[in-house]
């Protein structure tokens, strides 16, 4: 069954770094997504890509993130000057158009631990 | 405004009964969809149900289902013959409007813990 993978599954970084998390959607998948989990707390949306082009993006989103998607199989959500409050699992999630339900299929998550 | 209000910070239930877990929505916007979702403690998030707004019958997925009461904005998940696998959170969210385009809103949460 295809699936979304994520890599990697852990990542620690100092304070002030850059990060990247990749991911890599479903093949036949259009649309991407990047949301984050603080421990215990609800899913926060983060951007979505389409057509190679930011959608959406929330408040979160800050100027010090961006995705990429620089071949036709990878998504990257890079971090910049990551702070201690980057801290938090990152999904990333695909949906294909046309899909008649529209869910999104997740990743199994990056954790992100900023020290 | 919460787009998404989950109640129930955790609800317990035994083994093999049915649970009944909460969810209501805010959108004035006559499309959207209704998701539900399960993460178990390895982390990863599991698609459960999609119930759409123009659906006429509540969405039903094996030993899920959708109570879905449209006037009253309400998405109820609904699992029957509880099993000490389904302990786990459970997230409603909502897309809208409804287009393969639009970000999920998750709701907090609710946690689900199945006793023997």
């Known amino acids: 069954e295809p699936e979304v993978t994520q890599t990697p599954s852990h990542q620690v970084t100092q304070m002030g770094q850059e990060v990247i998390l990749r991911c890599v959607p479903i093949s036949n998948h259009l649309y991407f997504y990047w949301y984050r989990q603080i421990l215990g707390q609800k899913v926060e949306f983060l951007v979505s890509?389409?057509?190679?082009?930011?959608?959406?993006k929330s408040e979160i989103f800050d100027d010090r993130f961006s995705v990429e998607r620089p071949d036709g199989s990878n998504f990257t959500l890079k971090i910049r000057s990551t702070k201690l409050e980057d801290s938090a699992m990152y999904f990333c999630?695909?949906?294909?158009?046309?899909?008649?339900?529209?869910?999104?299929?997740f990743g199994e998550g990056s954790r992100l631990t900023v020290l | 405004a919460q787009k998404i209000t989950q109640t129930q910070p955790g609800m317990f239930v035994q083994e093999k009964e049915a649970v009944t877990l909460d969810c209501t929505y805010d959108?004035?916007?006559?499309?959207?969809?209704l998701f539900w979702y399960k993460q178990p403690s390895s982390g990863e998030m599991i698609f459960l149900i999609y119930?759409?707004?123009?659906?006429?019958q509540n969405a039903t997925e094996g030993r899920y289902s959708l109570n879905f009461q449209k006037a009253r904005k309400s998405a109820n998940l609904v699992i029957s013959a509880s099993q000490l696998g389904d302990s786990a959170m459970y997230f409603c969210a909502m897309r809208e409007p409804y287009s393969g385009n639009t970000p999920l809103v998750f709701g907090k949460g609710t946690r689900l813990s199945v006793i023997a």
């Open positions: 119930q759409g707004s123009y659906d006429q």
């Open positions: 890509f389409y057509n190679n082009e930011i959608s959406e």
């Open positions: 999630a695909s949906s294909e158009q046309g899909l008649n339900t529209g869910e999104l299929f």
């Open positions: 959108t004035s916007d006559p499309s959207y969809g």
